[in-house]
């Protein structure tokens, strides 16, 4: 796993270096990767992504998230567009 972190680590770095217009490339081709055979784009998996970030503490964590989610739901429903 350590060299799997290392070589993201690296990509990054390098995508930080392109000018902007090779960046929709990079895009193109990574969304490439990401399809399976079926043509289908495998879903990224967050979990535990946020284990041990001392969230964990925080005894209400749902109902802040829960009134969160809300308050962003209605700010983006009275966007006028």
Do not use: C, Y
């Given at each position: 796993?350590?060299?799997?972190?290392?070589?993201?680590?690296?990509?990054?770095?390098?995508?930080t270096l392109?000018?902007?217009?090779?960046?929709?490339?990079v895009?193109?081709?990574?969304?490439?990767?990401?399809?399976?055979?079926?043509g289908?784009?495998?879903?990224?998996k967050?979990?535990?992504?946020?284990?041990?970030?001392?969230f964990?503490?925080?005894?209400?964590?749902?109902?802040?998230?829960?009134?969160?989610?809300?308050?962003l739901?209605?700010?983006?429903?009275?966007?006028?567009?």
């Amino acid at each position: 796993m350590h060299a799997q972190n290392f070589l993201k680590l690296q990509i990054q770095k390098r995508i930080t270096l392109l000018p902007k217009e090779q960046l929709q490339k990079v895009k193109i081709f990574v969304d490439s990767l990401a399809v399976n055979s079926s043509g289908k784009v495998r879903p990224v998996k967050l979990k535990g992504t946020w284990r041990g970030k001392g969230f964990e503490k925080i005894e209400n964590l749902e109902e802040i998230l829960s009134d969160v989610r809300k308050e962003l739901t209605d700010e983006i429903s009275n966007k006028e567009i």
